[in-house]
């Protein structure tokens, strides 16, 4: 039996490297077998890399979702959401885009217009008409202040998104909202103000935001409503989340506005805004702040018959 073993294992140890060529090829056969096994697992969710690939190169088409496993279509769900928000802040911007050209457009045009009709004088003439010139200078002002708004406004809302999280830090809401008030009864001492401010409230954010989201609040207050036209305004502090709520007394907005709400990059209520020389970015300014730190702004009809603002911060 031991001379039977022993010959067993010098056939083997003599006959080793006959096996390498075997071997080799066995190896080979797996490692192809599990790339084809892996290649067939992960082909639905190739095909979805691909689709999303030719959507980013500017096609429209839907990522396909037949044939899919349970795990594959929640993949293309995800991604699918994903490029229905990208289009969707995508045409939103191409619309903001344009409406600020052609905002813009409008006061280059009228000075334009202006300059070129006091050359003309200075070129027929050699002097400029005294009445003339000073309403030309007077409407050329207005309209550089009006550009000049709207590029302010344009490049705060682009800054807003910019602000790192180093400059955030615990803020006295109630402060800065009874600063404002303060600076509200100076320039509006007819407005009758109904207050309920919690002392002390504080959130966590940029102060400089903060207060330019108050400033936009009350300007627009200030603007759209009567001087003698009720505000209620309230900042309550909960558990976990702080609550502002502005109602005026004034024409409030239409049914579209209250429905459709403000969206990022977007002018608001136009028609306002040609009326008051603003620019139509302050609600969007507003809710630009508001997402900066992580809260939530609802517009509704106020009980006084106006607009009422509520914006949620989570404390």
Known sequence: MATFVGEIIGLTLTNRWDLWPLATLVGAGIVCLFWLAARITLRPILRVIE????????????????????????????????????????EAMSTFLADASHELKTPLTVIKGYVELMSEQLATRNELNPDFAGKALAKMSLEATRMQALIADLLFVAKVGDVKSGTMAQVNLSDLLMSELESLRDLQPERPLVLNVDSDVEVFGNKALLQQLLANIFSNLRRHTAASATARIALLGGATWVVLSINDA???????????????????????????????????????IVERHGGRMRLSKSDLGGLRTRIWFPR
């Open 250 to 288: 004034g024409p409030g907005l239409s049914d579209e506005a209250y429905e459709t709400g403000v969206s990022h990059f977007k002018r608001f209520d136009k028609s306002r805004s040609r009326e008051t020389g603003g620019t139509g970015l302050g609600m969007s300014i507003i809710q630009s």
């Open 51 to 90: 689709e999303t690939q030719e959507i980013a190169r500017g096609s429209r088409a839907a990522l396909g979702a037949s044939g899919q496993g349970h795990e594959q279509s929640i993949l293309t769900d995800s991604i699918e959401g994903i490029l229905t928000q990208l289009r969707a802040s995508q």
